[in-house]
Structure formats: structure tokens, C-alpha cells
Nanobody
Framework: QVQLVESGGGLVQPGESLRLSCTVS????????MGWYRQAPGKQRELVAV???????NHADFVKGRFTISRDNAESTVYLQMNSLKPEDTAVYFC????????????WGQGTQVTVSS
């Protein structure tokens, strides 16, 4: 059974930093494309950043230069380093794992709350 467990969320002031972690169990982590999504109250879930099994990354324009996604295959963990946080970054952040090779797979974590407020 594939499980994704996020951690690292919390309450911070504008301009501060947080690092989110998502640890995957029950499968071979290294073959998954990993992503971070977020959902603010009343808004749709949106992609924040993605990292492929080969380590290629892509970040949404609204976080470029501030957030960085990375992965540690030995630890089966994906990270999201968030710097220069803004109030509009407040959301529940979700970890996602996708396996494109057959038979495929798409899994979500339970989410972790990030609140940026003075």
C-alpha cells in the first residue's frame, strides 16, 4: 500500500521560510514523478512544482525564485523549500506521486497547512 506523509507546515510571518517534506512508503520511490500542489480556501488545487524521476524540475511562475523542489531517493522523500513566503502562499500543500510506467499510479498525501500571516 502506497502512503505519502507530509510534514513541515506551520504558521510563519511574511518573508520567512519553511521546508515541507513528503516521505513515500510501500513502493519504489525513485521511479515516481513527484509534485507539490496547494489549495487555498475557495480555490482550485494548483500545481506548485514537480520533479521527475530523473531529477528534472519545473516550478510554477508564482513561486519561481522563491520555492525549490528536490528529492532524496535514498530517503524516499521529496522536499519543497519555501523562501520569502507571502500571505498569498497560505494554503494546504499536498504531495503527489505519479508513476507513468504500466500499470501506472497516482497517489496523494493528506496535506499540510501553511499559513503566512503577520
Amino acid at each position: 500500500q502506497v502512503q505519502l506523509v507530509e510534514s513541515g507546515g506551520g504558521l510563519v510571518q511574511p518573508g520567512e521560510s519553511l521546508r515541507l517534506s513528503c516521505t513515500v512508503s510501500g513502493t519504489i520511490f525513485s521511479i515516481y514523478t513527484m509534485g507539490w500542489y496547494r489549495q487555498a480556501p475557495g480555490k482550485q488545487r494548483e500545481l506548485v512544482a514537480v520533479i521527475t524521476s530523473g531529477g528534472s524540475t519545473n516550478h510554477a511562475d508564482f513561486v519561481k525564485g522563491r520555492f525549490t523542489i528536490s528529492r532524496d531517493n535514498a530517503e524516499s522523500t521529496v522536499y519543497l523549500q519555501m523562501n520569502s513566503l507571502k500571505p498569498e502562499d497560505t494554503a494546504v500543500y499536498f504531495c503527489n506521486a505519479v508513476k507513468y510506467t504500466w500499470p501506472g499510479g497516482n497517489y496523494w498525501g493528506q496535506g499540510t497547512q501553511v499559513t503566512v500571516s503577520s
